[in-house]
């Protein structure tokens, strides 16, 4: 059971946006891009996904951009790894029930159960969660720290 470079970006890139710009300051993906080395064709599709799930909004023009749909702390992690069509399922059958010769493995039940445990686990950490983490501020502070346009950005995760 592996969770795919798809969730991972997507999770990235959201908390990526929660810090640089959450519900106020639209950011683009370029700057995601950059700062967290994704490639940018890859997160238009992405984040295209997101757009049609109601996770994010986007702004045309001029200072346009990204910025979350609504707080971090509603945006469960489990919500943005559906919206790019992942699941984390550990079961060979992906929960089809057709392991073995069309029936339930002898371990089915097992796998299912740990799947079910890992969707909860997600299901019960918010973006904002992760946003106020200490480790992921020091990683902000970071960033913000080898560019220098980076460092006069607003990281929304670090204001008082």
Same mark, same amino acid.
């Given at each position: 059971m592996k969770?795919?470079?798809?969730?991972r970006?997507?999770?990235?890139a959201?908390?990526?946006?929660a810090l640089?710009g959450?519900?106020e300051?639209? =950011?683009?993906l370029a700057?995601? @891009?950059?700062r967290?080395?994704i490639?940018?064709?890859?997160? +238009? $599709?992405?984040?295209?996904k997101l757009r049609?799930?109601?996770?994010?909004t986007?702004?045309?023009?001029p200072g346009g951009?990204?910025?979350?749909?609504r707080d971090?702390?509603?945006i469960?992690?489990a919500a943005?790894?559906?919206a =790019?069509?992942?699941s984390?399922? @550990?079961?060979r059958c992906r929960g089809?029930?057709?392991?073995? +010769? $069309?029936?339930?493995c002898?371990?089915h039940?097992l796998?299912a159960?740990?799947s079910?445990?890992?969707?909860?686990?997600?299901?019960?950490?918010?973006?904002g969660?992760?946003q106020?983490?200490?480790a992921?501020r020091?990683?902000a502070?970071?960033?913000r720290g080898?560019?220098?346009?980076e460092?006069n950005q607003?990281?929304?995760?670090?204001?008082p």
């Open positions: 969770l795919t470079t798809k969730g970006y997507a999770v990235t959201m908390l990526d946006l640089y959450g519900r300051q639209p =950011v683009t700057e995601i @891009a950059r967290q080395d490639s940018l064709s890859y997160l +238009e $599709q992405l984040f295209a049609n799930e109601g996770l994010v986007s702004t045309r023009g951009g990204y910025t979350l749909s971090p702390d509603e469960a992690i943005i790894i559906g =790019v069509d992942e984390v399922d @550990a079961t089809e029930f057709d392991c073995s +010769e $069309q029936r339930h002898l371990a039940d796998w159960s740990l079910e445990r890992i969707h909860r686990f997600f299901e019960n950490i918010s973006l969660e992760l106020r983490r200490q992921v020091e990683v502070r970071r960033q080898t560019d220098g346009a460092a607003r990281v929304v995760a670090l204001e």
